[in-house]
């Protein structure tokens, strides 16, 4: 029977299916989280076309700001002409077309400069002596109007830097400037097309919510948008942001079909990392519980193990007492009939035999009393009773070191001795050569078992000692667990294969501390 065998075979398997389930999970998950990825491209590609077609709209509404700027030129250029037509000195009287023109101008800002700057008049501006007086009542009204000049000169200068001025000779060496800004109606346009913008740019980059994105313009680098927090672009280069971006994403190229091409380089959303990390520290606290239960479990179940053996050894132990007391007994009548003293000697060691393995099993289960006695004597003893009972083929040798003294329980010492030897024993099949050595060093007092059996393969050794193991045919596998928990949990020594080769033979070393 292999008890510990098909427990392997079992944890082989939930092993393997616990895998498949782990890797069928990840893939799920995994699968999951690609989906979402690509559904994040997909907005980013829509988000893409948004700004192209936002930024078309942008490109007609300034070819049409550019148009209507022109017919204002033109405009302008008529009003010029109908003022310069009034202001003729040689007219009798003052022609009507020029003057309704002149009139009907009603939106575009005009101002009329003379050669050294001054202001000779002005139209459509919200600037008047009541508008600075309000602001300064302080002035008298020679400042105010020379305030008013000021204000309507730096006005002048802007303009003329957006809009060409139209230049007038009045008469011989007077000359008037005419300079003009946008009309009401396109001023106000502007201020809706650049709100418009804003608001795109809030939405659309500039949320925080939404993934990562950064837009260039591919020539000059220069970020157009994005909803990247500052503090991240003043520490890192651009370069190095965009390579980021572009190793779980692709780049999208948006052509503005005027010469102008920029570039949007987006990031997964700090969902999507969250999730990718998700099913391993699913399977990490997952791990954690089944490793905790495991441990768990397994100590109630060697507990439970050491409570079957101890209340089995002491039954044991219990029920051989009557025999043993019994066959003392009858050792006595054979003294007094004066039976052969040998055969009485005889069955007196085994009846002490007998006793010292009720002695071991009682042990069992209770606290070891270790006394620091002479080693030598009991490996000598076991040694000496095992002689005379094993096949005459098996050739025994001892190495023993004289008066070794350590702190053991004889009894006990003696039964795992007996047990490994006895193992050696079937494994050289009731032929061959068994050592038994006792040396020691400044830590512990070594003895070793060394036989010429079988030996065995390393998967048996990492086994040996386990409950259930045998390599016997006919066996429960608790020998050796005893002996490992009699030297570790009684003694304190350890227990070990030192080495072991098929076909040559195994060395048990125990080790006994000082």
């Known amino acids: 029977m292999n008890l510990y065998s098909n427990k392997q075979k079992w944890k082989i398997v939930l092993l ?53 700027r022109e017919k204002e030129k033109e405009k302008m250029k008529l009003w010029v002409e109908a003022s310069k037509e009034i202001a003729k ?31 000779s008049g002005y139209r459509n501006i919200n600037i008047d002596i009541e508008t600075i007086k309000k602001k300064h009542p302080q002035l008298s009204k020679k400042e105010l109007n020379k305030a008013l000049d000021d204000s309507l ?22 000359f008037m400037k005419y300079v003009y800004d946008d009309s009401k109606d396109i001023a106000r346009l502007e201020r809706e097309r650049d709100s418009l913008f804003k608001s795109f740019n809030k939405e659309i980059i500039d949320d925080e919510g939404l993934i ?26 651009i370069q190095v942001i965009t390579r980021e971006m572009t190793r779980n994403n692709d780049s999208i190229v948006i052509d503005f079909n005027n010469g102008e091409r920029n570039v949007l380089y987006f990031d997964s959303s700090p969902v999507i990392k969250q999730l990718q990390y998700f099913p391993y520290i699913q399977f990490l606290i997952i791990g954690l519980f089944v490793f905790i239960g495991y441990l768990l479990f397994s100590t109630f179940r060697k507990a439970e193990q050491n409570q079957v ?5 002491k039954e044991t132990a219990h029920q051989l007492g009557t025999p043993i007391s019994s066959l003392m007994a009858w050792i006595e009548l054979l003294k007094s009939n004066e039976v052969d003293a040998m055969i009485v000697s005889e069955m007196q060691k085994d009846i002490d035999r007998l006793n010292k393995v009720t002695d071991r099993f009682s042990k069992i289960g209770s606290e070891a009393n270790l006394d620091n006695t002479n080693l030598s004597e009991t490996v000598l003893d076991i040694v000496n009773y095992l002689q005379h009972r094993i096949s005459k083929q098996i050739n025994f040798i001892t190495q023993i070191e004289n008066n070794v003294h350590a702190p053991h329980s004889s009894s006990l010492i003696s039964w795992v001795i007996e047990n ?6 079937d494994a050289m ?6 050592q038994i050595q006792l040396k ?19 998967q048996q050794i990492r086994s040996i000692f386990k409950p259930g193991y045998t390599t016997k045919k006919r066996g429960w596998g608790l020998g050796l667990t005893l002996v490992k928990r009699i030297i570790e949990e009684y003694h304190n020594g350890k227990v070990i294969v030192e080495k072991s080769q098929v076909g040559e033979g195994t060395t048990f070393k125990v080790s006994i501390p000082m």
């Open 429 to 434: 099949e009731g032929k061959g050569e068994l």
């Open 89 to 119: 000195p040689t007219a009798f009287s003052i022609p009507e077309f020029p003057m309704q023109i002149v009139k009907d101008n009603n939106d575009i800002p005009v101002i009329l400069l003379d050669n050294h700057l001054n202001i």
């Open 309 to 313: 053996w101890a209340g089995m050894a």
């Open 420 to 425: 490994i030897a006895k193992n050696a024993i």
């Open 16 to 68: 393997i299916v616990a895998l498949l389930l782990v890797g069928a999970s990840l893939f799920v998950s995994n699968q999951i989280v690609s989906k979402v990825a690509s559904q994040e491209r997909q907005r980013a590609q829509q988000w893409a076309g948004m700004i192209k077609k936002r930024v078309e709209l942008i490109q007609l509404t300034d070819r049409t700001f550019s148009q209507l």
């Open 212 to 237: 990562p994105v950064l837009l260039l313009n591919q020539e000059s680098r220069q970020i157009i948008g994005t909803n990247i927090k500052d503090s991240i672009l003043l520490n890192k280069d």
């Open 440 to 458: 020691t060093t400044p830590e512990f007092a070594n003895i070793y078992i060394i036989d010429t059996g079988k030996g065995m393969t390393p």
């Open 153 to 174: 000169r730096s006005l002048a200068l802007l303009w003329e830097q957006k809009n060409p001025a139209f230049t007038v000779e009045v008469y011989q060496g007077l």
